[in-house]
């Protein structure tokens, strides 16, 4: 029986702590850290020049319970034009129930089948999905696929994580280069965000205003939202 990358995923998250509580909202330092990554976006898309976004098509790859195209649709994208594949069952059901049914869902490894006609996407998101994939093969085989998605002109939203958990061997940092290394025609845009979460767990104990503080330090953040454009000729 073949053990691929995919099942590997599916053992992975089989064994993470279902509704942690250090990641709800109701944390403080999960709430500043969601409102950070927000802003981020949001300046990220007005640094790309986009005015409106209830035109553009999206896609996300490993789109979970939905909390990320839902978060999308609040900001003004159209749920007509949002879809996303998820690996895991449970989790592609809890996004079928969230989600307006004109939000396109699929189940199954987005390596396997296209995540979407060749060239019609303009933006492919991926969040948190490549740091849980920890061979090279199956990361490059995904990121291809995405990068196929992607109209001319189009980008890949990246939101992910760049260094190793010494806790936690089903994680691995993706740092810039390779990120560049799995799109090597793009032009990326980059910025680090995310103050390290057990430092964020800590400080917002005392207040959560010292989130921001402490965040004004680069070396203590710890993932990375990158804009990686797809040249109209390749």
Request: with cysteine; hydrophobic share 45%.
């Amino acid at each position: 029986m073949s053990d691929t990358e995919a099942d590997r995923v599916r053992r992975r998250y089989a064994r993470r702590v279902p509704h942690d509580a250090r990641y709800s909202l109701l944390d403080p330092a999960a709430l500043m850290a969601w409102q950070e990554r927000q802003r981020a976006l949001l300046r990220c898309f007005a640094a790309a020049g986009l005015t409106d976004l209830s035109t553009l098509r999206l896609v996300e790859v490993g789109s979970g319970d939905g909390a990320n195209l839902l978060e999308l649709m609040r900001i003004g994208f159209t749920p007509q034009h949002l879809a996303g594949i998820e690996l895991l069952p449970e989790r592609h059901a809890a996004a079928r129930e969230r989600l307006p049914g004109s939000v396109r869902l699929a189940l199954g490894d987005a390596t396997a089948a296209p995540l979407a006609p060749a060239a019609s996407q303009d933006i492919v998101l991926q969040a948190t999905v490549f740091s849980s994939l920890l061979d090279d093969a199956f990361q490059q085989r995904l990121a291809t696929a995405m990068w196929t998605a992607l109209k001319p002109g189009g980008a890949v939203l990246w939101y992910d994580f760049t260094v190793d958990n010494p806790r936690n061997r089903d994680v691995r940092g993706v740092p810039l280069q390779r990120v560049r290394e799995l799109f090597p025609s793009g032009t990326m845009q980059s910025r680090r965000v995310t103050l390290a979460p057990p430092i964020a767990r800590v400080v917002c104990r005392v207040h959560p205003s010292l989130y921001t503080l402490f965040n004004t330090l680069p070396l203590l953040r710890t993932h990375v939202l990158a804009w990686i454009v797809k040249p109209l000729v390749e």
